[in-house]
């Protein structure tokens, strides 16, 4: 090999090395996807309090507690001894019906469960809007209800055919109806951890799961 | 009165993405269970729910939505799917979809016995 030629693979090597160093520490674009009251403001505090000490989302037993899309940027997660860059987007999530009477159970004037209803419509169109512009998904589920009544299989469906890496996360083990085994047969096709956001259970095994879908 | 519509294939295939929406949707409001014959894509599905969401009101509650032969083993599309396997024989039942007006999804998950009753009529 001549001396000129020997130069530029160096040369690429380098811009190789370079380039690879931006890669790994590109931020990944993590959106919380999943039904009403799954918890998914739940596990974005519990994340962001895990890596930055702060909480980023209001939580509520009240549906459609997010309305808008929320996002903590640069959270700086380790594991496994690796570390990752991520900006955590936690959306409404998305449903196909919204009742403004499902409000009034909560001590909410009229006035006040329509507006909210129609917010909960806006942040719907907002949430799907939004997958166009995530790396990565987590889907959360509420691992005590029946995961073939939870309308989450369309996005599922929107991810995998553009190829966005999924992972679905069975939330609320800390409950004692909590049933696991029931989302991963929903869904055997998928990577499923279950967690206790509000707990902060397991969310070492959660690390290493989202660390093994983005890889 | 539980009310159904059935849409085939033939009817929607030349229609663009937002027809076929716009058409399921009106049928929806218009308080009827849709049987489609075939499956839209993710893309019809996210801009179904888009619109959806646009034209909740008072009297419209949203939809439920489910692909037979997807992850339905035990909630209210498999009560329909299979008393409709009976009814709606010659059709292939594997690709179907069904739409529901929200209202009425929730009448027949409190009900399930309402279904029974409506393919009794329509036999
Ligand atoms: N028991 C239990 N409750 C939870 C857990 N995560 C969330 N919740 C509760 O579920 C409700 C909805 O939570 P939220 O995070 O607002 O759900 P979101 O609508 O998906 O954002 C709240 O009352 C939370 O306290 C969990 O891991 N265990
Ligand atoms: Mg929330």
Same mark, same amino acid.
């Given at each position: ?29 993590? %959106?919380?996807? %999943?039904?009403?009251?799954? %918890?998914? /403001? ?14 980023? /989302? ?20 380790? /594991? ?12 409404? %999530? ?48 509420? /691992? ?72 | ?10 009817? =929607? #295939?030349? @229609?663009?993405?937002?027809?076929? $929406? ?5 049928? #929806?409001?218009?308080?009827? $269970?849709? @049987? ?9 599905? #996210? ?17 439920? =939505? ?18 409709? #396997? ?12 069904? =739409?529901?007006?929200?209202? =009425? ?19």
């Amino acid at each position: 090999m001549d001396k000129a030629s020997k130069n530029t693979m160096g040369f690429f090597d380098y811009l190789k090395n370079i380039l690879s160093i931006f890669q790994f520490k590109k931020t990944i674009r993590l %959106g919380l996807y %999943g039904p009403v009251n799954a %918890g998914k /403001s739940s596990l974005a505090n519990r994340i962001s309090l895990d890596w930055l000490g702060e909480e980023m /989302s209001a939580v509520s037993k009240i549906p459609h507690e997010t309305r808008e899309i929320k996002v903590k940027e640069k959270v700086r997660i380790n /594991s496994n001894g690796k570390e990752l860059d991520f900006n955590l987007i936690d959306t409404p %999530g998305i449903a196909t019906k919204i009742d403004f009477e499902d409000f009034l159970k909560y001590k909410m004037s009229k006035k006040e469960a329509k507006r909210r209803a129609k917010e909960a419509t806006q942040g719907v169109i907002e949430a799907i809007k939004w997958l166009e512009n995530v790396d990565c998904v987590l889907v959360v589920l509420d /691992s005590t209800e029946n995961p073939y009544d939870q309308v989450n299989v369309t996005i599922i469906g929107n991810l995998a055919a553009r190829d966005i890496p999924v992972l679905i996360v069975a939330n609320k083990v800390d409950l004692r109806r909590a049933n696991v085994k029931r989302v991963e047969s929903a869904f055997p096709q998928y990577k499923v951890i279950g967690v206790s956001a509000l707990k902060g259970k397991n969310m070492e095994g959660f690390y290493k799961e989202l660390f093994d879908i983005v890889r | 009165m539980l009310r159904l519509q059935f849409i085939p294939y033939t009817e =929607i #295939a030349s @229609l663009t993405s937002e027809n076929k $929406i716009s058409k399921v949707l009106r049928i #929806a409001k218009n308080n009827r $269970i849709i @049987l489609l014959e075939g499956k839209f894509s993710p893309e019809e599905e #996210a801009l179904l729910i888009e619109r959806t969401m646009s034209s909740i009101n008072r009297r419209f509650k949203g939809i439920e =939505i489910c692909s037979v032969g997807d992850y339905s083993k035990e909630d209210w599309v498999n009560k329909i799917k299979k008393s409709l #396997a009976k009814m709606l024989l010659g059709v292939n039942a594997s690709g179907m979809t069904i =739409i529901g007006p929200a209202s =009425i999804v929730k009448e027949i998950k409190r009900d399930p016995d309402k279904i029974e009753l409506l393919t009794k009529n329509m036999r």
